[in-house]
Structures are given as structure tokens and as C-alpha cells.
């Protein structure tokens, strides 16, 4: 699979702007069927009792991020430089994206919260995944740059490798409302 690196992601999905007509479905409804993700590459996962346990307490310290009142989070990760075979931090300190990642959020059926592996970089928009925790619990040891996934506050996410996508974002949230309801 093809990947690109979260922030030329980030600044492509903010710099494009949606046509809509009639037939068009809102992003926020979307299922799987509607993402252009293949759905083999998709992960269906649920963490034990003790690893949600510990990654709630962890976000909330951390990341000031309440799974249990937020319910859904998506998580965009950007793995380490030792992993890429590009730069795909070059633009992380970047902070000039704080009101189109702000945009972004308004077109999610969750939070977001964009972290990422290596230490020494700051950002307004991308988080250090300082303990590690994200990284254990959801890197697959896929070659790739980056992943994301969205979970759900009981711990059964929907993971896949690869960048950021609303489509993505949205679809997973449902999909998990849908799991939960039966």
C-alpha cells in the first residue's frame, strides 16, 4: 500500500476543497463501503481489559484526551524516522495548520488526536507518544510511515496502516456504533 507522510496528508486534505451535489453522501455518514480503503487492508481489534485500562489513563494524562467521555477517538500516527525511507517529519513543527486541523475536527464523527513516535519535536497539531504506549499497542510492525485507527471507549478499534483520512475516520466511528449495537 501506498503511503504518504501525515503532514503532506494533513495539508492536502485541508487544501482540498469537496464538491457537493445532490447525490453526494455526508462524510459523517459514511460505512466502510463508502472509503476507498480496500477492506482487506483494515484491521478489526479489541484490547484487553488491563491495555484499555492503561491506554485510557494514559491519553488522559498525556494527552488530555477522555476516552470514556468522548467515546470515539481516532489516533493518526506517524511512526519513526528509523522506520520511513523518507523524512517524515519534515514539516512536523510546522505551526501554522492550528485552525485547519481545527476545521478538520468539525468534519469528524470523533476527536482526533495526531501523535507521533520520535522525541525532540514539537507541534501544535502532533503529539510525543513519550511512554511508548500508542506505538506498542497498535504498531504492527508494518513497513510503513504511518498508521491510524479509531476506538471506541469499551477498546475494539478499527485499524489500518497508511495516513489520515476523514472518509477513514468516519467510517470506522460507524462501523463501531454499528458493532456496539449488535
Do not use: P
Not at 469537496?18 to 480503503?37: A, F, Q, R
Amino acid at each position: 500500500m501506498k503511503n504518504l507522510f501525515l503532514i503532506l496528508f494533513v495539508l492536502f486534505a485541508f487544501s482540498c476543497k469537496s464538491t457537493k451535489n445532490n447525490t453526494e453522501k455526508n462524510t459523517k455518514d459514511y460505512t466502510l463501503s463508502d472509503i476507498k480503503t480496500s477492506a482487506s487492508s483494515i484491521e478489526v481489534g479489541e484490547l484487553k481489559k488491563q491495555e484499555i485500562v492503561d491506554l485510557k489513563k494514559y491519553l488522559k494524562e498525556t494527552f488530555n484526551k477522555d476516552l470514556d467521555s468522548l467515546k470515539y477517538l481516532t489516533i493518526s500516527y506517524l511512526k519513526s524516522k528509523n522506520k520511513c525511507w523518507y523524512d517524515n517529519y519534515q514539516n512536523i513543527s510546522s505551526d501554522s495548520n492550528k485552525d485547519l486541523l481545527n476545521k478538520l475536527k468539525t468534519k469528524m464523527n470523533s476527536d482526533l488526536l495526531i501523535a507521533h513516535y520520535d522525541s525532540g519535536y514539537n507541534s501544535f497539531y502532533s503529539l510525543h507518544d513519550e511512554k511508548k504506549i500508542i506505538s506498542s499497542l497498535f504498531d504492527r510492525g508494518y513497513e510503513t510511515c504511518d498508521f491510524m485507527l479509531t476506538i471506541n471507549s469499551m477498546g475494539v478499534y478499527l485499524f489500518k496502516t497508511s495516513h489520515f483520512s476523514i472518509d477513514a475516520s468516519n467510517a470506522f466511528t460507524n462501523e463501531l456504533k454499528k458493532l456496539e449495537t449488535n
